[in-house]
């Protein structure tokens, strides 16, 4: 008899052991859906899809060892420098759970069990649902596969019933693969005079002739907002009473610096917009430090990166107009960029941390939000502290010897940036204690 219950106890351990194993459809597929197939999909920046079970099951060992290394969700800033409201990553319990469904060799589970996540991708877009306006550049554009590199400056008209609040825009692109960086300027045009159709739909200033821009000069006037995409980034967001106002009537400005190809390809680009009922009462801006921005000529030392060498720039840029609310940073380098830091001191002394990437990837970029809105008093020092590695160590180093390397013109990605863009808005009392998660 106590052999019996012996065998009966070590049965029913067995099937509660069993029972409690996870599935693909209840437990694994809503990380998978939540934290990898935004990017895992057809048409982003994913090199294979992550839709499936199928998908995930065959690729279970790579997954394994990407997601315990932590290489995978790809999160570069330092955590203990600054939370950020939009980080990326599976906790331990996630990357635990995965690991043992891999383990048990990927049990498929029930289909029904599957109950997607309240931020499921939705087709077209990184967001969390469906653009509310959808603007398209109007050809295809076909990139050269002569491994050069392209600028090209796409028009884009639109026309709407009326005025709308954004909550939310982002740069697509049918073959992002292609893109090295784009940047969007969305210029009102309520002159009913000046028309916004017709004439050049893009100005290709690598090969065409580049005073056809000057077609576009009349459109410069009112910009409602800028922004932009570089590889890694998802969307730019503004919440409650933040953001900015799609003008009824206008263009887009939409400059795209085209990667290097060795095979002729179509790309299709432009922006989805997502829009508030609720009335924006803060309105949004942008500015750019660095190369190409504000304090330009003032990195030091002067912006001329060494062959053979490691070496460290900065930047000192002084807020000289009023107390400011800030709402994210959105740091850049290129290839030979290593290490990227950024922080303010105020004039009472204090520092106020921004970011840190103490191991920079050119590849997975992102817009860094801040949890709450971050308070720049006036006179405040925005640094900036950038390394750079031009030494055959470095593995992304783009030349072979390693060739010296200078900020100027087109910025190609042989060239380097050293720049920061920040959004924000001017400081009102109690800015701090709002929530931007």
Known sequence: MRKFFIICGILLDVLCVHAQDPSYYKDIA???????????????????SLLTWEDVAKRASFIKKVIQGRYMPPWRADRQYVHFANERGLSDNEIALITRWIDIKTPQGKPSDYHPPANKPVQGTLYNRAPDLVLSTSDSFHLIGDNGERFVIFKIPFELKDSANVEAIEFFCNNKKLIHHANYA???????????????????LTDDDRTKVDQYMPYRKIMSYYGGYIPGTSFEYFPKEFGWVMPRRGVILLTVHYAPSATDEASICGVNLFFKKTPITRVMKVVSFGSGGIGEGQIEPIFYIKPNAVQTFRLEVTNPSQDQSLLYVWPHMHLLGKEYKAFITTPAGDTIRLVHIPEWDFRWQEIYRFPHPVKVPKGSVIHLECTYDNTANNPFNPNSPPKAVFSMGDMKTKDEMMTMMMGFLPYKEGDEKISLE
């Open 186 to 204: 969305v210029q009102a045009v309520p002159d009913e005079n000046i028309a916004i159709k017709g004439g050049y739909s893009y100005v290709n």
């Open 30 to 48: 809503p990380i998978i859906q939540s934290k990898c197939a935004p990017c895992h999909r057809p048409g982003e920046a994913g090199p294979f």
